[in-house]
């Protein structure tokens, strides 16, 4: 399975829009990215997820290239209770999601 | 929303013991269930995915017979750490898809069980 890779941390200050690269250089024609966040000692919440192009829901907005070789993670407007860990997983969501492949995560740091 | 919901969270046992972890689908059913572990500053690594009315299918690396899985019923799915070894004691964690009308399907996860075997 191809590896997914995303810096290992980034950090912010309240207020500021943050971007999380995930790079996915052999995504398949199939597979979608989905942006998913962790906080310690609970399970991955789902934030958004995308095909091509961009997408924009309530809390984020995902881009996606048309070579869909990376995509990005757009948190506009960052708050302290952001901080937590994002994770890229890319795969089928349609048959395959016994091979979705996790990035490696982005630890996001928010400070005041 | 769909949530699955896993029991216990936490968890604390003596070596040699074995620990049963519970993971449902709440307002959805789920043929289909995925255990997960993670260990700490680390990615989910997936264990194996649960089968309703079938055996389990196993990653490569991970010991069937040490993680015993059942997959009682559409909504129930459990991992049983046998004979737990301290280098068991991770964050275990279950997800199970969704699929809306029309649209992909959905990953939805569990809120983990820590387990610490002492």
Redesign the interface.
């Known amino acids: 399975l191809a590896k997914i890779t995303q810096p290992i941390s980034m950090d912010s200050y309240e207020g500021q829009e943050v971007n999380i690269t995930c790079s996915h250089n052999n995504i398949a024609t199939n597979d ?1 990215i ?1 942006w ?1 966040q962790q906080f310690p ?6 934030i958004i ?1 995308g095909y091509k192009t961009k997408v924009t829901n309530e809390v984020a907005s995902l881009f996606i290239p048309a070579d869909r070789k990376s995509s990005t993670l757009s948190l506009p407007r960052v708050s302290l209770s952001d901080t937590a860990v994002y ?1 890229c ?1 890319v795969g089928d ?2 048959t395959g ?2 091979k ?1 492949v ?4 982005t ?1 996001l740091l928010v400070s005041p | 929303g769909a949530v699955v919901s896993q029991h216990p969270s936490w968890v604390i046992c003596k070596s040699g013991t074995s620990v049963k972890i519970e993971c449902r689908s709440l307002d959805f059913q789920a043929t289909t269930m995925f255990w997960y572990r993670q260990f700490p500053k680390q990615s989910l690594m997936l264990m194996a995915t649960s089968n309703e009315g079938s055996k389990a299918t196993y990653e490569q690396g991970v010991e069937k017979d040490k993680f015993l899985i059942n997959h009682a019923s559409l909504t129930l799915s459990t991992l049983t750490v046998t004979s737990a070894h301290p280098e068991d004691s991770s964050f275990y964690i279950c997800s199970a898809p969704r699929w809306v009308a029309g649209g992909t399907g959905e990953l939805f996860f569990g809120e983990g069980s820590r387990l610490t075997v002492l």
Do not use: A, E, I, V
């Open positions: 979608y989905t998913y000692s609970q399970g991955p919440r789902f997820q994770y997983l969501m349609n999601f016994q979705l996790f990035g490696t995560g630890r």
